[in-house]
C-alpha cells in the first residue's frame, strides 16, 4: 500500500515539473485593424494588377467578417458555416447589408515561420517562436487564396466591388481572416 503511495507522489512531482517550463515567447500585440488593412491592401494590389477595380470596404460588410472570424478563433474551426450553423448569407443579411451576390473567402494560419525548441537531457527548456511579420502575413493570406481555384475566382470576381475583413487570434497562436465581398 505504501508503495503505491510513493509512485502516486512521484507522478505528481513529475507532473508538476513538466508545468514549471519557461512559456513559450509571446507573439508580438498584432494589431487586427492594422492586418485588416494590410491583407486589404495586398487583396486590391492584385485585383488591380488584373486590371480589375480595387473593392470599396463596407463597415457592414466588415462587421459580418469580424464576427465571423472571432467566432471560428474561439471554437478553433475553420468554415463557412458559423458555430450556430450560421451561413455567409445570413450573417452578411444581420448586418442590414441586400446583396444578389456574395462571396466569403476564410484563411488560417500561423502566426509563426518556425519554432526553435532548446533541449537538454532529453526534456525541452525552451522554445523560441519566429514570428512572421504583419505585411508577411497579409501576403500568405492572399497568396493562399490564389492559389485556392474558389477563392481566386470569389477574390477576382469583376461583379463583387464591396468588401469586408475581419481577422482574430486564437490560443493556439494562430490567426483566421475572414473576407466577405458582395455586389453592390
Do not use: K
Not at 64 to 73: F, K, N, T
Not at 147 to 170: E, I, K, Y
Amino acid at each position: 500500500m505504501r508503495y503505491g503511495s510513493y509512485v502516486l507522489v512521484g507522478l505528481v512531482l513529475l507532473a508538476s515539473m513538466a508545468c514549471v517550463l519557461p512559456l513559450a515567447d509571446d507573439p508580438p500585440d498584432y494589431d487586427e485593424e492594422h492586418l485588416e488593412r494590410l491583407v486589404l491592401e495586398a487583396v486590391n494590389r492584385t485585383r488591380r494588377s488584373r486590371g480589375l477595380r480595387a473593392f470599396a470596404l463596407d463597415r457592414r460588410l466588415t462587421e459580418a467578417a469580424r464576427a465571423h472570424s472571432r467566432d471560428l478563433a474561439q471554437w478553433g474551426r475553420t468554415g463557412h458555416s458559423g458555430s450556430n450553423g450560421s451561413t455567409p448569407a445570413e450573417r452578411i443579411r444581420q448586418t442590414g447589408w441586400v446583396a444578389h451576390q456574395l462571396a466569403e473567402n476564410i484563411y488560417r494560419g500561423s502566426l509563426y515561420a518556425y519554432v526553435t525548441r532548446t533541449i537538454e537531457t532529453g526534456q525541452p527548456v525552451h522554445e523560441e517562436y519566429h514570428w512572421e511579420t504583419p505585411e508577411r502575413l497579409a501576403r500568405l493570406a492572399v497568396d493562399g487564396w490564389m492559389s485556392s481555384p474558389g477563392h481566386r475566382t470569389n477574390m477576382l470576381d469583376p461583379d463583387l466591388q464591396m468588401a469586408g475583413l475581419g481577422v482574430a487570434f486564437d490560443a493556439e497562436h494562430r490567426w483566421v481572416v475572414t473576407l466577405d465581398m458582395a455586389s453592390n
